[in-house]
């Protein structure tokens, strides 16, 4: 009876001190997320004031947080006048405060310009999906062509109807944070 006894205790010693591991990593991946948010928004990237968002990719559980973004807008300001907002933003933090978790760039680029590079993508893409249909490549590379396609005709379209909604320049914001 005492060999039993024993036994329990140390199962529930081992789950005791397994749920206790869960939940310090559980706290671990959440305060890190905040902070990397809190310094991606404060520090690193702040969102374009007169942009409009088009497209928002990321890879771990939030946009602009612990993980990899790329946020892209479009805006009606001209090219010039949103890089002079981020340089002005950049100094301005640099002087008083410290780079945190994350890490940060920003690409601008007139709509005209990013219109003719996803144009050139679509259709290099689309050349090389139907020489992978002549070739009889296999299934799986067939549809990981097909999906790039969808993707890229997506983000031209996207582009196209920020042009007729009037804007001039595209923002795309990369920020990746973590430990």
């Known amino acids: 009876m005492e060999a039993n006894r024993n036994q329990t205790g140390c199962l529930k010693t081992t789950l005791i001190l397994i749920g206790a591991a869960i ?12 902070k990397c948010a809190y310094d991606v928004e404060d520090w690193w990237m702040p969102l374009y004031p007169n942009g409009e968002t088009i497209n928002i990719e990321y890879d771990f559980l939030r946009p602009r947080a612990w993980g990899t973004t790329i946020w892209s807008m479009a805006s009606t300001d001209d090219v010039e006048t949103v890089k002079q907002f981020y340089r002005d933003t950049r100094i301005a933090t640099l002087k008083t405060k ?82």
């Open 23 to 34: 939940v310090f990593l559980v706290a671990i991946v959440l305060i890190g997320d905040f």
């Open 98 to 179: 410290t780079r945190g978790l994350a890490w940060g760039e920003s690409r601008v680029q007139p709509l005209d310009d990013a219109i003719a590079s996803a144009q050139a993508r679509y259709e290099s893409i689309s050349q090389e999906l139907e020489s992978a249909k002549a070739k009889k490549l296999a299934a799986e590379k067939e549809k990981a062509l097909e999906t790039e396609k969808e993707k890229a005709l997506d983000w031209l379209n996207k582009l196209e109807q920020a042009l007729e909604t009037g804007a001039r320049s595209v923002v795309s914001l990369f920020s990746i944070c973590g430990i």
